[in-house]
């Protein structure tokens, strides 16, 4: 069984910076392409960034754009999200997943193609 366990969360002001990580057990970490998504409170669940298997293709909602990074690690099983200038709307509580049947440099937006989720962290910004 494929466990993800989310971290770095926490309260922060506007203008202020955390990072996540996901750390993902097993082997084959650097066979899954890897997502972040989030869900506010009384809304569904959002796409936010992705990562291919190898690193090297990257998309995000354009919302983050410019603002987050997405990067990862295949020898640490490990997936980060850098989070500058955060705003308000960007409270929500941060899920990381991981899609076993990506191919290649495939990434997907859409949540129903991840296989496994972590069980999140709050992110809540302040004004």
């Known amino acids: 069984q494929v466990q993800l366990v989310e971290s770095g969360g926490g309260l922060v002001q506007a203008g202020d910076s955390l990072d996540l990580s996901c750390a993902v057990s097993g082997r084959t970490f650097s066979t899954y392409a890897m997502g972040w998504f989030r869900q506010a409170p009384g809304k569904e669940r959002e796409f936010v960034a992705a990562?291919?298997?190898?690193?090297?293709?990257?998309y995000y909602v354009d919302s983050v754009l410019g603002r987050f990074t997405i990067s990862r690690d295949n020898a640490k099983n490990t997936v980060y999200l850098q989070m500058n200038s955060l705003k308000p709307e960007d409270t929500a509580v941060y899920y990381c997943?991981?899609?076993?049947?990506?191919?290649?440099?495939?990434?997907?937006?859409?949540?129903?193609?991840?296989?496994?989720w972590g069980q999140g962290t709050q992110v809540t910004v302040s004004s």
């Open positions: 990562i291919s298997r190898s690193g090297g293709r990257t």
């Open positions: 997943a991981a899609d076993r049947r990506s191919i290649l440099a495939a990434i997907t937006t859409t949540s129903e193609e991840y296989d496994y």
